[in-house]
C-alpha cells in the first residue's frame, strides 16, 4: 500500500532563507510523486511532479525536488523564502498509471520578516 | 480556461439536517474526484467518477453520503443526515485521460460546519 510522511507539520524560515519541507513515502511499483500548495480558503495548487526521467523536478514559483528512489523520499526545496510562500504544502503519491492519489499531512510553512 | 467551481464555499447547519455540495469540473475532464479535508490533513478521496460511472466509493460512507454524476458533467455530493463529525471541507477534483500522469486541477472547498 502507498503511505506519505512529511516530516514536520510546522516549518518557519526567514525570509530569504533556504526552504526545505521533507516527505518520504511507501509504493510497491515506481510512483509518481507531487507537491501541491494550498493557500488559505482555497483549493491544492499543483505546485510540480515527478513520472520519470529527470530526478530533480522544478516548478512554479521558484520551487524544485529532488526524487531520491534509495532513500525513498522527495523534498521540496527553494533558495530563498518569500514572505509569499507561506502556506500549506502536501506531498503525494500515486502509483504509476493509476488514479488514486494519496496525501501526506501537510506542513505548514511560515515565513518571518 | 475557467477552473473547477464549487458552491456554496461556506454552508453551516445543524445536526441531522441535509446538505448538498456541486461541483463544476473544468470543461473536458473525465475524471472528477470528491474529497474530504479534515483541519490539519491531507484530503482523503470519498469517491472517483469516470464520466457518470462511480468506479472508486469505496471511502464514502454509503449510510448517509451519496454522490451523482448523471451527464458526466457537474456532481453533487449529499449527505443526510450530517453528524457533529462531519464539519471539514469538502474539495473536489478533476482531471483528464488525455493529459499525461493524471493531475489534479482542485476547486476553492466547501467548508461545512455541523452544529
Known amino acids: ?113 | 480556461e475557467a477552473g473547477v467551481v464549487q458552491s456554496p464555499r461556506y454552508k453551516i447547519i445543524e445536526k441531522k439536517q441535509p446538505v448538498a455540495f456541486w461541483c463544476n469540473p473544468i470543461s473536458g475532464h473525465n475524471t472528477l474526484y470528491w474529497y474530504l479535508q479534515n483541519l490539519g490533513q491531507g484530503p482523503e478521496l470519498l469517491i472517483r467518477y469516470e464520466n457518470e460511472e462511480a468506479v472508486d466509493d469505496s471511502q464514502l460512507p454509503k449510510d448517509r453520503f451519496s454522490a451523482e454524476r448523471l451527464k458526466g458533467v457537474d456532481s453533487t455530493l449529499k449527505i443526510q443526515p450530517a453528524e457533529l463529525g462531519d464539519s471539514a471541507v469538502y474539495l473536489c477534483a478533476s482531471s483528464s485521460s488525455d493529459r499525461p500522469y493524471y493531475e489534479q486541477y482542485f476547486g476553492p472547498g466547501t467548508r461545512l460546519t455541523v452544529t
Open chain 1, 1 to 113: 500500500a502507498q503511505s506519505v510522511t512529511q516530516l514536520g507539520s510546522h516549518v518557519s524560515v526567514s525570509e530569504g532563507a533556504l526552504v526545505l519541507l521533507r516527505c518520504n513515502y511507501s509504493s510497491s511499483v515506481p510512483p509518481y510523486l507531487f507537491w501541491y500548495v494550498q493557500y488559505p480558503n482555497q483549493g491544492l495548487q499543483l505546485l510540480l511532479k515527478y513520472t520519470t526521467g529527470a530526478t530533480l523536478v522544478k516548478g512554479i514559483n521558484g520551487f524544485e525536488a529532488e526524487f531520491k528512489k534509495s532513500e525513498t523520499s522527495f523534498h521540496l526545496t527553494k533558495p530563498s523564502a518569500h514572505m509569499s510562500d507561506a502556506a500549506e504544502y502536501f506531498c503525494a503519491v500515486s502509483e504509476t498509471g493509476g488514479f488514486k492519489t494519496i496525501f501526506g499531512a501537510g506542513t505548514r510553512l511560515f515565513v518571518k520578516a
